[in-house]
Structure formats: structure tokens, C-alpha cells
């Protein structure tokens, strides 16, 4: 893929949410989110993308830390493929 292409990347969660990524020349091909529900019952949602799965993988850790260090009741850390969008 050409690196000074732009184009939009798209996830699609396991939730039916959709992300749109874009217009972007980076090699991104995951999407990465996690939901926290807090003390206060309320949702805080985190977010990125990064170029790898495994990279993506490697903050499944953190995510438990941060969790433990904010006090979250709990969360879902969730992974999607980024796909090109059709022009």
C-alpha cells in the first residue's frame, strides 16, 4: 500500500458500534476500545488503533492495571480489524 495514499479505515465492534478512522497515509490495522463502568455507574470509553494485533494485544495488561488504579466496578477491552472503506 502506498504510503502517502489517504483513505478511511473502518471497525466495526462486537456491539455493532462502527469507527471511521480517517483520512489517513498510516499503516493502522487494528482498533482497540475500552469500556469502564465507573463507581458512579457512569461509562468512560478509551480508545485507539495501532499497526499490529500484537501491539493491540500488549495493552490488554495496562487496561487490568488501569482498571485496578481507577477503581472501575469493571470493563470490556475489545479488538477490531481496521478495513479500508470503499471509495
Known amino acids: 500500500m502506498a504510503r502517502?495514499?489517504?483513505r478511511y479505515?473502518?471497525?466495526t465492534m462486537?456491539?455493532?458500534y462502527v469507527k471511521r478512522i480517517g483520512?489517513?497515509?498510516d499503516a493502522?490495522?487494528?482498533y482497540w476500545r475500552i469500556?469502564?463502568?465507573l463507581e458512579n455507574g457512569k461509562t468512560e470509553v478509551f480508545w485507539g488503533h495501532v499497526r499490529s494485533l500484537a501491539e493491540a494485544k500488549k495493552l490488554k495488561g495496562p487496561a487490568a492495571?488501569?482498571?485496578k488504579m481507577r477503581g472501575w466496578k469493571s470493563y470490556v477491552f475489545e479488538i477490531a480489524e481496521l478495513v479500508e472503506e470503499p471509495a
Do not use: N
Request: hydrophobic content about 45%; aromatic content about 4%; cysteine-free.
Open 4 to 6: 502517502g495514499r489517504k
Open 9 to 11: 479505515l473502518v471497525a
Open 14 to 16: 462486537p456491539d455493532g
Open 23 to 25: 483520512p489517513t497515509a
Open 28 to 30: 493502522f490495522t487494528h
Open 35 to 37: 469500556v469502564a463502568v
Open 65 to 67: 492495571d488501569g482498571a
